[in-house]
């Protein structure tokens, strides 16, 4: 599978603990991007890497949300201090610049999570 | 900023009518519009774009989608739908410095035997 892949699918959590979310885009793919989606709600752009460098991060929910690309392939989403306000799907996304980008993004599966 | 409007959280139609989702858009340069499709348990794929060209935008699945500037929409539509379209649909935008997708609230379809 070729795909854009996030790990774990499911997380159950205690308030008040930290969380770390994988995902491995599409191994050509330079941008990755990280969305968040609450239940009735459309993804919401938290930040982006191009190669590992971010160049978007303001945002951000709060400073509890970090997020890295170390060697500009996967790249983790961490939460710290998890409250349950951010019980959401996290969704990751990947895709190509070159030239002209046109905005096609290629979406895993997303990482659930229910802070308890 | 750019942003998109879908109307109607739900859309419930008979299968073989037709399917009508709206979307509109607010921006102040060309926009980029794009519709995702989301079902249960998976990813969102991309249904269709348009990034300038033909006003008409053909996408996967018999879907197509109008991009009418003076009505500032990008509606999809499918002359006749199937159970298999239900799904939650996403109209988007290119936006932001960082020309991410920014999203309308989604539209739940349900197709009705």
């Known amino acids: 599978d070729t795909g854009v892949s996030q790990n774990p699918r499911h997380k159950i959590t205690k308030r008040g603990q930290n969380v770390t979310f994988r995902c491995d885009p599409i191994s050509e793919h330079n941008r990755l991007y990280w969305y968040r989606q609450t239940l009735g709600q459309g993804p919401e752009f938290l930040t982006y890497f191009q190669n590992e460098a971010q160049l978007e991060k303001s945002r951000l929910l709060s400073d509890r949300f970090s997020a890295e690309r170390p060697k500009g392939s996967f790249s983790t989403l961490e939460i710290q201090r998890t409250e349950q306000g951010d019980s959401a799907m996290y969704l990751c996304?990947?895709?190509?610049?070159?030239?002209?980008?046109?905005?096609?993004?290629?979406f895993g599966e997303g990482s659930r999570l229910t802070v308890l | 900023a750019q942003s998109v409007t879908q109307l109607g959280s739900h859309v419930s139609v008979s299968e073989g009518a037709l399917v009508l989702l709206r979307c509109n858009y607010s921006s102040s340069v060309p926009p980029y519009l794009f519709w995702y499709v989301q079902y249960p348990n998976q990813g969102l794929q991309l249904l269709l774009k348009?990034?300038?060209?033909?006003?008409l935008v053909k996408g996967i699945n018999g879907f197509e989608a109008e991009f009418k500037k003076s009505e500032t929409s990008f509606h999809l539509t499918k002359p006749s739908a199937h159970m298999s379209d239900a799904a939650e649909y996403f109209c988007a935008v290119l936006s932001g410095s960082a020309r991410q997708l920014t999203f309308g609230s989604g539209t739940q379809l349900t197709v009705l035997p």
């Open positions: 348009y990034t300038s060209a033909a006003t």
């Open positions: 996304a990947s895709s190509f610049r070159e030239g002209s980008f046109t905005g096609e993004l290629f």
